[in-house]
């Protein structure tokens, strides 16, 4: 990758096509379920989502793309769809206008809400609030989200792989368990107030 | 408080990866990009590439930061902690340096890497010239002098007339322009004064003062059809002002405005945004107190 960086216009255009089909996995995987996307031209929108992921991989001289330390373990692809994962989700919010990508969180203890797992579930919003959720998130916090929750790894074996201590991965979950409540509350009252889903009482 | 949530929406995103990894899905989504469609989107991005390397002097204040590292890296605990309480396995997160991952440790605030403090003990090279004991009382005289200058300065220009207000804001022109797949720049003395674009197409807008601006600035956009009345926005989303006044306009034509197919001018006003229009009304005043740059466009039908 260095060679490429340094090696003029040619090369990283080459290193920026062979990481599209891997940008767009990422920016497919985000538009499918988006109300983000709804009247616009689906091939449209892919393309202008890809171009802008690898704009913010290669701009300042890729400083985000020499972000990747082959050392980690995890594959050039794999880091760029992390880097795409984040990026998609704050243009998408940002052009919903939704306040979650603006930095600013209201961490307001609510009541905790029987079901909300189930509402969002039954209403197939799970994506939304993965989306708002990505918008907040650091590096870190998604290279932590994947380990936890998508590969649902101990947290013995990420505190030793992310060179943290247990304790600091069982206070990242808490924060992030409230942000991604209060994220799916936002949602929620967002798309209005259908009953929960029959047979769930509250 | 269970992590039952997180691990429903890791689970949903695991299904949603793997379909996509497996070609499912909408097949306008998963479709792998044709040649045609990799060349567009690799000359776009490096088209607003060497755009905005060109501009490097410029950072706007809106739209990027949010990728920039210095935000990424701050520390944990800037996050609001609970009021609620935490048990003891829920150790307070690390500080700022302490079990970050190798990634985040290189990628402190550039910032702070570079600012280098001179202690109380470090001598200046001056220090040791002849006559450099005159310099304190040189550089409070001078100081003295720029500040009745300045002084003098506001007192003849105070109170501003809108017609002085709108003088003191320097001409602004487009620096580029992209309107679909076509980029022009002012360097390659290519703006054009008219474009052809769908609703949904992308258009991509740099304005650059004459001089830097350093009070604040807005956008609004005037819409004007060949016959029926303007329209007025002031967008909120799409538009980036950089801290000497340059105006960064990127979205699709749907963002900024809604408008039919047809022949329409679009003028951008650039001003205090305290005294850009919200509507067609506030667009009769007396002498405008913003610039203005005017650009056709042919709005073709959607598809």
Redesign the interface.
């Given at each position: 990758m260095e060679a490429a960086l340094s090696g003029g216009a040619g090369p990283r255009r080459r290193l920026a096509e062979r990481l599209l089909d891997a940008i767009q996995r990422e920016v497919a995987i985000a538009l499918h379920r988006s109300a983000a996307r709804q009247g616009r031209d689906p091939r449209q929108e892919v393309q202008d989502l890809v171009q802008e992921v690898l704009v913010s991989l290669f701009e300042h001289d890729a400083r985000e793309l020499r972000r990747w330390d082959p050392t980690r373990g995890r594959s050039l692809e794999s880091f760029v769809r992390l880097v795409a994962r984040r990026r998609v989700a704050r243009v998408l919010g940002q052009r919903r206008g939704n306040p979650w990508t603006e930095g600013a969180v209201e961490l307001e203890e609510g009541p905790d809400e029987d079901g909300l797992e189930e509402r969002l579930e039954h209403r197939a919003e799970l994506g939304e609030v993965l989306q708002a959720l990505h918008a907040q998130m650091s590096p870190r916090d998604v290279e932590l989200f994947e380990l936890l929750f998508v590969q649902g790894l101990e947290p013995g074996e990420v505190a030793e792989q992310m060179q943290m201590s247990r304790g600091a991965v069982n206070a990242w979950s808490y924060r992030m368990r409230k942000q991604a409540r209060a994220a799916a509350r936002h949602v929620v009252d967002a798309a209005g107030s259908d009953p929960p889903p029959a047979g769930r009482t509250r | 408080?269970?992590?039952?949530?997180?691990?429903?929406?890791?689970?949903?995103?695991?299904k949603?990866?793997e379909a996509?990894?497996r070609g499912e899905?909408?097949p306008?989504?998963?479709r792998?990009?044709d040649d045609e469609?990799?060349r567009?989107?690799?000359d776009?991005?490096?088209a607003?590439?060497e755009s905005?390397a060109g501009g490097e002097d410029e950072t706007f204040e809106d739209g990027?930061p949010?990728?920039e590292?210095q935000?990424?890296?701050?520390p944990?605990d800037d996050?609001?902690e609970?009021?609620?309480p935490?048990d003891e396995?829920?150790?307070?997160?690390?500080e700022a340096g302490k079990?970050?991952?190798?990634?985040?440790s290189?990628?402190r605030p550039e910032t702070s890497e570079k600012v280098v403090p001179l202690s109380a003990g470090e001598r200046s090279i001056s220090d040791d010239r002849p006559g450099s004991s005159l310099l304190p009382i040189l550089g409070t005289v001078l100081a003295i002098a720029a500040a009745v200058l300045i002084w003098l300065g506001a007192r003849e220009r105070a109170p501003q007339t809108e017609p002085e207000r709108v003088a003191a804001l320097p001409s602004y022109t487009f620096t580029r322009v992209v309107a679909g797949d076509a980029t022009h720049r002012s360097a390659d003395d290519s703006i054009p004064e008219h474009v052809e674009l769908t609703p949904?197409g992308?258009i991509e807008l740099e304005l650059r003062p004459a001089e830097p601006v350093r009070e604040p600035v807005g956008v609004a956009i005037v819409a004007r059809p060949a016959a029926g009345p303007p329209i007025v926005t002031r967008p909120?989303?799409g538009v980036e002002i950089s801290a000497n006044g340059a105006v960064r306009v990127r979205a699709?034509l749907r963002?900024l405005v809604e408008l039919r197919p047809g022949e329409w001018t679009l003028s951008l006003l650039v001003g205090a945004p305290e005294r850009l229009p919200d509507g067609p009304a506030g667009l009769e005043v007396g002498p405008a107190p913003w610039r203005t740059l005017e650009l056709r466009v042919t709005v073709l039908p959607?598809?």
């Open positions: - | 408080m269970s992590d039952e949530l997180l691990r429903r929406l890791g689970e949903d995103l695991a949603r990866r996509i990894d899905g909408p306008e989504l998963v792998p990009l469609e990799r567009s989107v690799l776009g991005a490096f607003r590439l905005d990027t949010e990728d590292p935000q990424d890296e701050a944990e996050v609001p609970p009021v609620a935490v396995s829920h150790t307070d997160e690390p079990d970050e991952t190798p990634e985040e290189t990628q949904d992308r909120s989303n699709t963002d959607p598809g």
